[in-house]
């Protein structure tokens, strides 16, 4: 009997590779999500260290101070921009993976198919091969006696 070969083979094979780039395009973007998040977080931290203490101030210190706040006001704007880029990464390629790992499942599912199949067809061919060889012997026997 001839051995058992998946038809599209070489494509699972292609489907596993897509779907391992995509698995590290998807930890690389929660990697950059996480880095984002982090980011944010340290901007609005320094925004709440630089705020003014109260008092009395020269108008210099008191420009000098709010442009400084301004600062930190653009700083955060543009972290949160940051963040809202890299989780759309993330969720895009979220998607392409779990696409790509369902075409690998699916591949997957029918060489579990075939391979079933081919097993079936081997094993009945080996059966009829079997039965043939005891009807011979049989009829060999019947006719010696």
Do not use: C
Not at 23 to 41: F, H, I
């Amino acid at each position: 009997m001839k051995k058992y070969k998946f038809a599209f083979g070489s494509v699972q094979r292609v489907q596993r590779i897509a779907e391992e780039q995509a698995a590290v395009s998807l930890a690389e973007a929660q990697r950059a999500a996480d880095a984002a998040s982090a980011q944010l977080q340290a901007r609005l931290a320094d925004i709440g260290a630089a705020r003014p203490a109260p008092g009395p101030r020269s108008t210099t210190e008191f420009h000098a101070q709010r442009e400084h706040l301004d600062r930190h006001r653009v700083a955060v704007t543009a972290a949160r921009a940051a963040e809202i880029n890299a989780l759309e990464l993330l969720g895009s390629a979220r998607a392409d993976w779990v696409d790509a790992a369902r075409k690998v499942r699916a591949l997957d599912r029918l060489d579990e198919r075939k391979r079933a199949e081919w097993t079936l067809e081997t094993t009945h061919a080996a059966q009829l091969v079997t039965d043939e060889i005891a009807t011979i012997r049989y009829k060999t026997e019947q006719d010696r006696t």
